[in-house]
């Protein structure tokens, strides 16, 4: 017949694992209980290293990012990517927080500053309850400054992104042209303007052509 088991003891006839019990013991090495072991191993388990810093964290003076959704609609119907065919490299956009947002309870909204929105802060900079995130620290008073650095895509078939620069004081350059300019017309797709040209120019060729031999004929 087997002995009963050896329990670490952690009070009047209370066992680490929580049975009640006289064959108790503080001596670790004489445990017996396999309940108890474990506790023994996880009480032993050497502390977890710190989390190391993040790079998108905002602990620099300012840090770039990129706008993230820009190709959804508005809860007011109205298209974000048609909003951003109006914006201007160098404008001043606001940040708001949307802690009741269904899908991520540290969404961060970026509007301009009559309110039309552009999209959302990316998930991995905002990090909803994260001490290192954005929104962690805009719910603790923090306020951060955020305008467009560059305004991408665009072209036939392809979206518009936007990146932003985002600061807790005063941008240290300006970028051009000021949200104050005119206009602002995004850039087309990159080879655009030479190679959309000459296929322009093809076609047209081919229907002078087809015009020709119809008249002809």
Known sequence: MSSPAVHLRRG??????GHKTQNLTTDQSAVTCRSCLKQIEIAN??????K??????PTPHSFHTKIAGVTHRNEDHSRRQEIIRKCNVGERLKLERDPDNQFDCGAIKVLRLNGEQLGYIPEHVSRGRDPS?????MDDGEEYQCRISDITGGGPGLSYGVNLEI???DFESDIWPHSNSSSYSPQP???WNSAGIWLAFLAAIILAAAFAIATIR
């Open 12 to 17: 009047d006839l209370l066992s680490a694992c």
């Open 52 to 57: 190391p810093a993040v790079e998108s964290a």
């Open 189 to 191: 797709y990159p080879g």
């Open 45 to 50: 388990r050497p502390p977890l290293p710190s």
């Open 167 to 169: 600061g807790n004081g």
């Open 133 to 137: 995130g954005l929104s962690d620290r």
